[in-house]
């Protein structure tokens, strides 16, 4: 069968990492790029051989059938829209949205027109988290009970050309990292039923020091350190410590305990392992990688959407599970807004589970 052809729509930092995956995948071609800077556009273009095309241009292309939204977070949801009102599925780069109304919007919308919405991150499909899936499903821990989850860095304005952004709305360590950690969580346990926090921020104006921004003052809107409890509608409680306010540790990513061992999960921003088990009293040890996908695959997500739409099937990284994140990424704030518990109101299923014996570069 045909690949599928697709757009994208945002030709920033991130989007070459989106071209050379997709190449590498049998379901869907990359056709055509856009973005409202056509410097950029034509770039990317020129680099991957795609047509460079204003965005109106690229939606009103009838062999396109998938798009995927690259542009920055305050704008997901806006692309996302004008994306389906042009009759094509969409998926976009985290978060789903800033606000829940425009979540729920986009998924709303979708609906209506019988298209598909997903959103990253995909790094949950890679080779050493799907690995992680399959034990915890097989019983290799138990029932999960309790298990930490940390993010942790002395800030972006170290290294970043344009580091503003981090500490302004819709930034912060809770929307920044927490859509890679909380999904790879809800891809494990399942949807987070109830959260508590408690946010705070080291400073109110930050300084940059990296060599593009150097001396820039960055005013801060947005908590920068995050303690957060989350207790899964499984039972389950993770403490999740997101944070930009932290120069050293040696916690580690990710790691949940059940009643009859422990697993420590590789990091949720990428898709290799390492994977290691313990198992009732025994020490760590490294278990072998199962599953196939473990170098930067982002467009693993869009393409897992496009494959299907050919047989109908769900795709893995829905527009319902981004939302239920984006929704417990709010309540982590309206936690510590509220000196209390916020239940979590939406629902999402747990991602079909990656088959190991896949052929790379196939997705069924
Ligand atoms: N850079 C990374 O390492 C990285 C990693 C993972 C995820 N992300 C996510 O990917 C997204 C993009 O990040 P980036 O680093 O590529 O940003 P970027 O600023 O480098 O690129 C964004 C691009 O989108 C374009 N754009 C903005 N609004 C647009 C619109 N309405 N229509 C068309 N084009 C528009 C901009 O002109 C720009 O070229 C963000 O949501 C970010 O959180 C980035």
Redesign the pocket.
């Known amino acids: 069968m045909d690949a599928i052809k697709a757009g994208i ?7 070459q ?1 989106y071209f050379d995956a997709i190449k590498q995948l049998h379901d869907m071609n990359v056709v055509a790029c ?4 056509m410097d ?2 034509r770039a990317k273009a020129e680099k991957n051989g795609v047509d460079a095309l204003s ?1 109106d241009a690229l939606l009103a292309r009838d062999d396109i059938e998938v798009v995927v ?8 949801a ?2 996302n829209r ?1 994306i389906l009102n042009a009759g094509k599925h969409a998926h ?4 789903f949205a800033v606000t829940r109304e425009d979540g729920l919007e986009v998924l709303a919308l979708a609906r209506s027109k019988g298209l598909r919405v997903g959103c ?2 995909d790094t949950f499909l890679g080779g050493g988290h799907q690995t992680v899936r399959k034990l915890i499903d097989d019983g290799a821990i138990g029932r999960p009970v309790s298990g930490t989850a940390f993010f942790a860095t002395p800030g972006h304005e170290r290294w970043h050309p ?1 580091p503003g952004f981090y500490y302004l709305k819709g930034g912060g360590p809770v929307f ?1 990292m927490g ?1 890679y950690y909380i999904t790879t969580l809800v891809n494990l346990l399942g949807p987070v039923a109830e959260v508590t926090s408690m946010n705070t921020r080291k400073a109110d104006a930050r300084i940059a020091t990296s060599e593009m921004a150097n001396g820039q003052v960055l005013p801060v809107e947005v908590d920068t350190h995050s303690t957060a409890l989350l207790r899964f509608e499984s039972g389950a409680v993770i403490t999740m410590v997101l944070s930009f306010d932290i120069w050293k540790h040696t916690n580690h990513n990710i790691e949940i305990h059940g009643t009859d061992g422990s697993i420590s999960v590789p990091d949720p ?1 990428f898709f290799k392992g390492p994977v290691m088990i313990a198992e009732g009293g025994a020490d760590w040890r490294e278990v072998p990688i199962t599953h196939p996908y473990l170098g930067n695959m ?1 467009g693993l997500g869009p393409t897992d959407l496009a494959a299907a739409t050919r047989t109908g099937r769900p795709h893995r990284c829905s527009g319902e599970l981004a939302y239920h994140v984006l929704d417990v990424m709010h309540a982590i704030d309206d936690a510590t807004a509220r000196k209390g518990y916020v239940s979590v109101t939406s629902r999402c299923d747990r991602p079909a589970p990656m088959r190991a014996d896949l052929k790379e570069g196939y997705l069924d």
């Open positions: 729509i945002g030709c920033g930092n991130i989007s990492a856009a973005d409202i800077n950029a556009a965005v939204n690259l542009t920055l977070p305050q704008t997901h806006e692309v004008q976009c780069e985290k978060p990253a991150p344009n920044d859509p921003n982002r």
